[in-house]
């Protein structure tokens, strides 16, 4: 239902939309629980009182102005520019400089501070932290994609906070005006497309490293999805192997008193790829068997992961007698797209396109506006 209100309400506006530069706004949740917050546009602005639509005051640009929770009147208030269009706008927001305009909420006690910024200026912000501006265009323009793709699928995510996402990692971490002429041209290059599954949206899920095979979403979140399944990277990874080591003491102590001292550890060994009983289909662990002096824990991989701080469940377990070694390849859950299988796929020449194609499986690249 969401969805199709979600492309009519796309629809609606793209009808009363500039060609060429309109994009879908989005309401970005920077900060909640401030009482007052300084203010500069950069081009001259009104601010609204959002519950009737209409002008309360004039905004000039250049001047430091200051919203704060005891002096305002009205329980939401907009800035928007009066003249040109929210794209081209730029708000400095306690010293920090953000694309479009902003909306002051009043709860409570406090106030919540929204970034109005049209989607294609926020991906600026979105990528540039996401991933390395360094990277080959290919590769961020696939990043791009996926960031578009998620934001639009969870536009509305924290419509009970009053806003659309924040800017953490619990959305996508969005840091406000970013200059990477790379990211630019690689929002610019893929404008309004997103990734669809049967027409319908998809979650793009990335994570920084494989480790030579992606995972399936079912082995990791529960739910499995047709186009979140496990992949072989084709290309020759430049990622190296990772160690931690933990002493036996230390190892045994993470599991109570009942467990006593660790004695065996039971794990089938690693062949990335090969599934096994206590392995996935792309080899990380699905659950470990540790034996101690007085009792026996199975515990699943990403247990492990969590206890540890282990980069991936892509890993081997061994125990010396004096400490267990986890050796182990990729870095994060392992679903969807690989960062650094982007990167090094878009190195060998590959196309977004074609690196997307690879890492979610039967989706499709669609334009959207
Ligand atoms: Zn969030």
């Known amino acids: 239902m969401f969805k199709k209100i979600l492309v009519l309400m796309i629809f609606f506006l793209m009808s009363r939309a500039e060609a060429g530069t309109w994009s879908p706004e989005l309401r970005v949740g920077l900060m909640s629980d401030v009482k007052q917050v300084t203010l500069e546009v950069s081009a001259p602005c009104v601010m609204i009182n959002a519950a009737k639509g209409n002008v309360v005051k004039k905004i000039p640009a250049g001047e430091k102005f200051i919203v704060a929770f005891n002096e305002l009147k009205f329980n939401a208030i907009e800035i928007r520019p009066e003249k040109i269009s929210l794209n081209d706008l730029r708000t400095t927001i306690d010293g920090k400089e953000y694309y479009g305009g902003v909306t002051a909420n009043k709860e409570k006690n406090s106030l919540t501070i929204i970034n109005l910024v049209p989607i294609e200026e926020y991906l600026r912000g979105v990528v540039s932290k996401e991933m390395s501006p360094s990277y080959p265009l290919e590769a961020l323009k696939a990043q791009t994609v996926a960031a578009r793709s998620f934001a639009l699928k969870n536009r509305g995510r924290h419509v009970k906070d009053g806003y659309d996402v924040c800017a953490s990692t619990h959305c996508q971490v969005y840091i406000g005006v970013a200059k ?72 045994s102590s993470r599991f109570g008193e009942n467990f006593g001292d660790v004695k065996e ?105």
């Not at 529960?222 to 931690?244: D, K």
Request: aromatic residues 10%; proline residues 2%; charged residues 25%.
């Open 265 to 369: 550890i039971k794990l089938s060994k690693l062949t990335v790829g090969k599934p096994a009983n206590d392995r996935t289909s792309s080899g990380r662990v699905k659950s470990a068997q540790l034996v101690g002096t007085k009792k026996t824990v199975t515990i699943t991989g990403n247990d492990l992961r969590r206890k540890f701080s282990l980069p991936s469940t892509l890993f081997d377990m061994s125990f010396d007698g004096n400490e267990i070694i986890f050796t182990g390849f990729g870095r994060g859950h392992g679903v969807g797209m690989s960062q650094v299988g982007a990167r090094d796929y878009a190195g060998s020449g590959w196309s977004y396109e074609k690196i997307l194609a690879h890492y979610y499986n039967g989706s499709k690249l669609k334009k959207l506006y």
């Open 180 to 251: 990477f002429d790379s990211v630019d041209k690689a929002v610019d290059e893929t404008r309004g497309e997103v990734l669809v599954y049967k027409e319908k949206l998809i979650d793009t899920n990335f994570h920084a490293d494989s480790g030579g095979m992606t995972e399936d979403v079912g082995d990791v979140w529960g739910t499995a999805t047709p186009y979140l399944v496990a992949v072989r990277e084709i290309v020759q990874l430049t990622a190296q192997p990772w160690t931690v080591k933990v002493t036996a003491k230390d190892f």
